[in-house]
């Protein structure tokens, strides 16, 4: 993406979803890294709270973060090299060891207080269907994430557990989520639709709109828009955005 396309999405966002974004917001605290921290109402940090973090990928300071705070976490992502990040974090925080972050060599988790009983790793990914479906490859081998929708049009593939979000609490007592972090590559159209379906309200949702990063035409802001109706609708406000990172919290 050439620096005037860049410019000219930022101008695009700025001026349709940026008034879209409600005028009175509460103070607000970063939970994570730069690249996988999320910004959520430091009121909505609790011992005793659940989080259910969909996405992971090689960076879930965000969901150790929250554990260290007292929360129950909850962290789903069926794909491979997901599941073996998680794993290496697991036994670093049994062991006392360091692990890094999305690789880096600077980069690593403070795992002090990382509480192991109070997360909870699922290997599953969430859809609108409790089934078993394709996650497709992204086109740089380098990057982890994949895609339900092919966001970014490859052939690779690998089959895994999708479900509804209704079923995943139902599996795990879970009456509704506290938090609910989805970061999941152009499905948070669908699931955002069945979450409206089904009744549960978390109380923050966080929302990655991975078109704003990798478009799948013209009209993805205008699917962005419409999800922010939709989710207002439903009694959400809309209180922050950091790039495509989207913050919503349910009107009290």
């Given at each position: ?150 966001l970014q049009r490859t052939s690779e593939s690998f089959e895994a557990r999708c479900l509804r979000l209704q079923t995943f609490c139902r599996s795990y007592n879970i009456a509704e989520p506290d938090i609910l972090k989805l970061d999941i590559e ?67």
């Amino acid at each position: 993406m050439n620096t005037l396309t860049k410019i000219f999405r930022r101008v695009q966002k700025a001026r349709i979803l940026g008034n879209m974004r409600d005028a009175s917001r509460p103070k607000l605290a970063r939970v994570g890294t730069q690249n996988g921290g999320w910004h959520i109402p430091a009121s909505a940090i609790r011992p005793g709270m659940t989080a259910v973090c969909v996405g992971a990928g090689e960076d879930i300071s965000f969901d150790v973060e929250l554990n260290k705070k007292g929360m129950i976490v909850f962290t789903l992502d069926p794909t491979p090299r997901a599941k073996k990040h998680v794993e290496q974090v697991l036994t670093a925080a049994s062991s006392g060891g360091t692990m890094a972050i999305n690789n880096s060599s600077t980069e690593h988790y403070d795992l002090s207080g990382f509480d192991r009983t109070r997360f909870t790793f699922v290997d599953a990914g969430m859809w609108d269907e409790d089934k078993v479906t394709e996650f497709f490859a992204p086109k740089d081998p380098s990057h982890v994430s994949h895609s339900i929708v092919n966001l970014q049009r490859t052939s690779e593939s690998f089959e895994a557990r999708c479900l509804r979000l209704q079923t995943f609490c139902r599996s795990y007592n879970i009456a509704e989520p506290d938090i609910l972090k989805l970061d999941i590559e152009g499905a948070e159209y669908t699931v955002l639709k069945d979450l409206a379906r089904s009744g549960l309200r978390p109380r923050v949702l966080c929302v990655d709109f991975d078109e704003g990063n990798v478009p799948a035409d013209g009209d993805y802001l205008t699917r962005i828009a419409d999800s922010i109706r939709s989710l207002k609708e439903l009694g959400y406000r809309f209180l922050h955005m950091d790039g495509w990172n989207f913050l919503f919290v349910l009107a009290q």
